[in-house]
Each structure stands twice: as C-alpha cells, then as structure tokens.
C-alpha cells in the first residue's frame, strides 16, 4: 500500500507543474476591475508563486521522507513506530 503515496506524490506533483503554469496568465487579468495597477499585479502574482513554493515544498518533503524511510527500513530492519511494526 505504501505504493499509493509514491503515486499521490506524483500526480500532485504533476498538477503543481499545471497550475504553475498557469500563475502568470492569471495574474495579468484585472480580475473584474478590480485590480487595475501594475503593483498590484505584481502583489498578486508574487503571492501566487510563494503559495506555490510553499505547497511544492511540502510535496517534495513527502517524497524525501518516504526515499528516507525507505532507506531505513532497509538498512536496519524493520522499523516500530507507535508499538506498530513497519516492514
């Protein structure tokens, strides 16, 4: 079952890749009229990316741990955690 998050990880990896590629599309709109000024635009866009980087980041950190998990487990042995045997 630990397959699932390997692949979890990967299609939200992917849907991370679309919706970045859609930051700067989005930020140029004036959403309605809302936002008419160039620095607001570039507010708008800058918390788009880190939004973005923050959410990327913690994905890619699940990846880490399960590649790290992964090579303890299979360095020492069988792993408890929580009274819970993990092979």
């Known amino acids: 079952m630990a397959f699932l998050y390997v692949f979890?990880?990967?299609a939200f990896t992917s849907l991370l890749f679309k919706l970045a590629s859609c930051i700067?599309?989005?930020a140029e709109q004036d959403?309605?009229?809302y936002?008419?000024?160039?620095w607001q635009k570039t507010i708008i866009k800058s918390a788009l990316?880190?939004?973005y980087w923050w959410v990327q980041g913690m994905v890619f950190?699940?990846?880490?741990?399960?590649g790290e998990i992964s090579y303890i487990c299979?360095?020492?042995g069988p792993l408890i955690i929580n009274?819970?045997?993990?092979s």
């Open 8 to 10: 979890r990880d990967i």
């Open 24 to 26: 700067a599309p989005l």
């Open 31 to 33: 959403f309605g009229g």
């Open 35 to 38: 936002v008419t000024s160039g």
């Open 49 to 51: 990316w880190l939004s």
């Open 61 to 66: 950190s699940g990846i880490f741990c399960l």
């Open 74 to 76: 299979d360095a020492e």
């Open 83 to 86: 009274g819970t045997r993990s």
